[in-house]
């Protein structure tokens, strides 16, 4: 069954209201809240166990609320709407909670770093620390890779073959372990100093034995890599903690005053004043986040025109204008709101369409005040499961399943007080409201086979590549290439192509001119990715996929520069200097993808239908086919683990 996040997508429309409205909604949001903000943020970081958190990866629950509190009466955040000051809360604590993910995610690659420096060891370094001479040392790691990779043994020494082609249907998947991971986990749980010699020798050579005489100079160039990764790590853990927007460039200046009057006192703070004074800062105050969907109170005006009121503005009033391919998102929106008043409150809210909202400023161009420059948005977060009266069954029940488990804990307690009493009273109300479901259109929930996957490997030269896989029976079922996935409109991906190549010599001639170099892209490859999305959904509609499998976004960097490497190692297979200058031209023929948003359109489109989107680590080797098949495998293993 699809979770509620797995069936949330987000719209958006711009908001027309007047002058004097837009101007108290800017006043309120750029000189209260975000200021508020901007305060809030830096009372997390000067907290005596902020550190503590840091280690942790985590922000206890209730932190920025009990922070928040005294500030409500504070002569520089008060007058505000009580939406703002949660807004505000429920803003820091996304915020730090991302930062803390990737301040994690970081530690974990660095003590990851460090351990591989202390594994990586010459050869002689090698023969010294374990006392046995290298043909000893070699032999050692033989029999090693003989008893934790048996299937590998008679392979290891020879050098690795070229890959048979393998046919594109009906094909056997592989499934053999990983030697890296068997390696380091033999290295983790060995504690003889010959063995520990043994396993790094062969995880310094790929998990082979190396006949050869090791090159010293490219192993120093190997280790001091590995050397400025560590150093890149450290500096990225010790880089600034997030300090907000500063909407008068106040640091910016200050910034300015300091460069200019004072002599740095060491390299770190000269690269702070540069970072400080290169960074961009931003024109807009932080968004207002509507967790509550009653918050907005949609109407008619007479012409017909649709608007929105949001609690705590009083009667200002925003019209609606949005796309027509989302307009009846916004008309249910309406409907919803009018249903449960013309029913004197008989219909529960936790059955609206709409799930919450943002709302934010964009930046515009030119000059003028902040209010007549900038544009209103309204992001919404709508269940698709909601519009159809067979989704809306499924929500019902999950929301009914969760309030009797409550009710049913909360009976069990001996001497209710009258407080818990009531909460039982407001919950079997709100129980009743739920089984009286909104009048929907019947359109039958889809329902795929779990064993059916459909992957979707990402690259630089073919941005997406489908094979559609039976797990159970290890087989594929069918493939499609970028060139087929697109039609007649691969001619599209080409322009796509040259246009960015164009745009890229221009912005470098721009450069080298000292000139404005920011120059805007079309949007022929948002078409793009919706042409993509689009197809890969059918074909998933078409074969009964239980799931679309789509690569994370974080391994994109190095599923691309392993393309790269591998392209240059097969076109100058014994030319360092010549790989090295394949692999830049590439780069610059071929400009990479917005990958990010091509998997957000498939996620979007998919979370339309019921398709479940499941995600998994992209291989670096073999064919956008293979990469494809093993992606899909690999989720059906993990979820079948799981």
């Given at each position: 069954m699809l979770t509620t996040a797995m069936s949330?997508?987000?719209?958006?429309?711009?908001?027309?209201?007047?002058?004097?409205?837009?101007?108290?909604?800017?006043?309120?949001?750029a000189d209260k809240n975000t200021p508020l903000i901007n305060e809030l943020l830096a009372l997390v970081a000067n907290h005596p166990d902020f550190e503590t958190w840091r280690q942790k990866g985590k922000l206890p629950s209730g932190t920025v609320k009990q922070l928040c509190q005294p500030l409500k009466t504070d002569p520089r955040f008060i007058s505000q709407p009580g939406r703002f000051y949660?807004?505000?809360?429920?803003?820091?604590?996304?915020?730090?909670?991302?930062?803390?993910?990737?301040?994690?995610?970081?530690?974990?690659?660095?003590?990851?770093k460090i351990r591989w420096l202390e594994m990586l060891k010459s050869d002689a370094e090698l023969v010294e620390s374990s006392g046995v001479t290298l043909e000893n040392l070699r032999s050692k790691a033989t029999e090693?890779?003989?008893?934790?990779?048996?299937?590998?043994d008679s392979v290891a020494s020879q050098p690795p073959k070229a890959k048979s082609k393998k046919t594109k249907k009906s094909k056997a998947l592989d499934s053999k372990p990983n030697v890296s991971n068997i390696l380091f986990d033999a290295y983790r749980n060995t504690a003889d100093i010959?063995?520990?010699?043994?396993?790094?020798?062969?995880?310094?050579n790929g998990g082979q034995i190396n006949d050869k005489e090791e090159d010293q100079k490219k192993f120093s160039k190997r280790r001091r890599k590995v050397e400025i990764q560590i150093q890149r790590l450290t500096e990225k853990l010790t880089a600034g903690i997030p300090k907000g927007r500063d909407l008068t460039n106040t640091r910016w200046?200050?910034?300015?005053?300091?460069?200019?009057?004072?002599?740095?006192?060491?390299?770190?703070?000269?690269?702070?004043w540069q970072d400080n004074l290169l960074k961009g800062f931003s024109l807009v105050p932080f968004p207002v986040i509507y967790e509550t969907n009653e918050d907005l109170t949609w109407f008619k005006k007479v012409s017909g025109r649709l608007c929105v009121k949001f609690s705590g503005l009083g009667e200002h009033t925003f019209q609606v204008y949005c796309d027509q391919r989302h307009l009846h998102w916004f008309q249910r929106f309406l409907a919803d709101q009018e249903i449960k008043k013309n029913s004197k409150d008989q219909h529960s809210s936790a059955l609206f369409t709409l799930r919450s909202s943002n709302l934010a400023w964009q930046e515009g161009e030119g000059k003028g005040e902040p209010w007549n420059l900038h544009h209103l948005t309204l992001y919404c977060s709508v269940d698709t499961r909601l519009w159809t009266a067979e989704g809306t069954k499924q929500v019902k029940e999950e929301k009914a399943t969760q309030i009797a488990k409550i009710l049913t804990r909360t009976k069990e307690k001996s001497d209710l007080t009258q407080q818990q009493e009531a909460f039982i009273k407001g919950r079997n109300s709100s129980l009743a409201r739920i089984n009286n479901p909104f009048p929907r259109p019947s359109q039958p929930l889809y329902k795929g086979q779990g064993n059916i996957l459909v992957g979707v490997s990402l690259g630089l030269e073919k941005p997406a590549t489908v094979a559609v896989v039976d797990a159970i029976a290890h087989q594929v079922i069918t493939y499609r290439s970028i060139r087929q996935l697109l039609g007649e409109n691969y001619k599209l991906l080409n322009r796509q192509r040259q246009a960015k190549h164009s745009s890229?010599?221009?912005?470098?001639?721009?450069?080298?001119?000292?000139?404005?170099?920011?120059f805007g892209e079309s949007e022929l490859g948002e078409y793009i990715d919706r042409l993509l999305a689009k197809e890969i959904?059918?074909?998933?509609?078409k074969y009964k996929a239980g799931s679309i499998v789509l690569p994370k976004l974080g391994d994109m960097r190095e599923i691309v520069q392993s393309e790269i490497q591998a392209l240059a190692e097969q076109k100058c297979p014994e030319f360092i200097e010549g790989q090295q200058k394949y692999a830049k031209q590439y780069r610059v023929s071929v400009n990479q993808w917005s990958y990010g948003r091509l998997i957000d359109c498939i996620q979007t489109q998919a979370k339309k239908l019921g398709i479940a989107i499941e995600q998994g680590q992209q291989p670096v080797r073999g064919s956008p086919q293979d990469k494809a098949e093993e992606l899909a495998i690999a989720a059906y293993d993990l979820r079948s683990k799981a």
């Open positions: 949330q997508i987000t719209i958006q429309c711009r908001l027309i209201a007047n002058e004097p409205t837009r101007r108290q909604l800017w006043e309120l949001m949660l807004s505000a809360i429920t803003v820091v604590d996304y915020i730090y909670k991302a930062w803390l993910a990737v301040m994690k995610r970081l530690q974990y690659q660095l003590e990851g090693i890779l003989a008893q934790l990779t048996p299937q590998s010959l063995n520990l010699c043994a396993i790094s020798y062969l995880l310094k200046l200050e910034t300015l005053a300091e460069a200019t009057s004072c002599v740095p006192q060491n390299e770190a703070q000269a690269k702070s890229s010599h221009e912005r470098q001639n721009a450069q080298r001119r000292g000139a404005f170099d920011q959904v059918a074909i998933a509609q």
